[in-house]
């Protein structure tokens, strides 16, 4: 089992880093519909697209005259590219996210993935713990993420997780990602096991970051070695659950594991046992794995 203080660091920390928005948020609207939360500033910026937004003092609205999702698809193109031309967005991706009220359902619009947490979209991931069974019990694999990566580059992730992009579904976004971050064959990467989904609503620097991750328990050959493909993975670790624990627990340093990866590991530790019911704070890590993906807009705090 996992030492209690071990998970009393594992609490602080992803309490913190997992942390829901403080600040004042406007809702971004498709009709009635809301699909994304901005804060003032990045609000005020929306002001000169004035034939894409109509913004009024509690919400940023998209114009009424883009009646289709390819007219606001375009549109938000658009001023994606203006915005990534001014340096406020990550780097550019080339790689859409559909919006849409509901997931699976035909999308209101599509966003390129590097304007997601600007617009404090809703996006969805894929994600795989990389398991292996020994004599020494279960150990995970853990991957780390290039220095070139836009997002948390050099830190330390879950053996494969990506974005699930437009038309694409979970398992083929597992298959896909688990090919190009750890060549892992198709057919070995389709016996991944669903294992639930977990909810993120927080916001680092780059916005606001609303996820849904559609977590999958992967059980590899003890002989098996990740080998990345397309450069993303720069390093690949074998540890034991007690160890996981201690990464997930790190707040500094270099072997500081991302937030949303932490929080895969986390529950992957409770579904296996790794600790136990009644250690002091267990509840509390409980509840870090179901956020509301809902926030509070400006209107409501005031």
Known sequence: MIDASIVARIAARLSAALAPPAGPLLPLQVGAAIVGWLDPVRA?????????????ADAVMLSPALSDAAARTAALDRVARALAAEGRLSAWRGEQYAVAGVFGELPLFLLERAAARWFGIVTYAAHVNGLVRDDDGIRMWFARRSPAKAIDPGMLDNLVGGGIAARQSVAATVVKEAREEAGIPAAMAASAQAAGALQICRAPSDGLQREA???????????????????EAVEHRLVTLPEAARLIALADGPDVVTADASLVVLDCLLRHGAIAPDTPGYLDLQALRHPSLDVVSASSRA
Not at 225 to 231: A, S
Request: hydrophobic content about 50%; charged content about 15%.
């Open 213 to 231: 991750i559609f977590v999958h328990d992967l059980w590899l050959p003890a002989g098996f070695v990740p080998v990345g493909e397309d450069g």
């Open 44 to 56: 005020a910026r929306l002001v000169p697209f004035s034939d894409t937004f109509a913004g009024h």
